[in-house]
Structure formats: structure tokens, C-alpha cells
């Protein structure tokens, strides 16, 4: 588990730095961003989907850390994603001020 949860974080370390450019100044306006991301390998069964909840919860408080205030947070699924088709895609819509 460990393993995993390191480099799940990893990868969301590299989605951040990468989004970070397209995070809008700090006007107290409100913005959004929209992250895409999969499910986890084998997620037929009920149970937390870590890949996701990890990688997702880096780039949240790493926005706050860097002083964004998250509003709301929605997703849509996507079924059948993924190079053999047994994924689920993640798209994000993240509020922010």
C-alpha cells in the first residue's frame, strides 16, 4: 500500500506542478480548473479508490497551501477508459477563489 500511495502521490506532485500555470492569480475572483484523471487498476470491488482519493487530495491541499480557497469540487465518470477499456475516467472541476 505504501508503495502505491508514494507514487500516486508522485504523479500528483508532477499533475500539480504542471496545472500550476494555468491557476489564476489570486483576485478574488472566482476560477475553475479541470484535472482528468483514471481509476485504479481493479476497481470492481466496493472499496475506496485510493489512486484517485490520493492524487486528488495532494492537488487540494497543495492549492490551499499555496493559498487558494477550494469552493466545490464535481466530477463526471466516464466507464470503459483506459487502453484495455476496464478504467474509469475522472473529470474534475475544481472552484476556486
Do not use: W
Not at 21 to 41: C, E, Q, R, T, W
Not at 42 to 70: H, P, R, W
Amino acid at each position: 500500500m505504501g508503495f502505491f500511495s508514494s507514487s500516486q502521490k508522485g504523479a500528483a506532485e508532477g499533475t500539480y506542478s504542471r496545472m500550476k500555470p494555468y491557476l489564476a492569480k489570486k483576485d478574488g475572483l472566482k476560477h475553475i480548473i479541470m484535472v482528468n484523471s483514471f481509476s485504479k487498476l481493479g476497481n470492481q470491488t466496493f472499496d475506496c479508490d485510493s489512486k484517485y482519493t490520493t492524487e486528488l487530495d495532494f492537488i487540494l491541499s497543495a492549492m490551499q497551501v499555496d493559498g487558494y480557497e477550494i469552493l466545490d469540487v464535481k466530477f463526471n465518470s466516464i466507464t470503459g477508459q483506459g487502453i484495455t477499456g476496464n478504467r474509469t475516467g475522472f473529470n474534475t472541476v475544481i472552484l476556486y477563489q
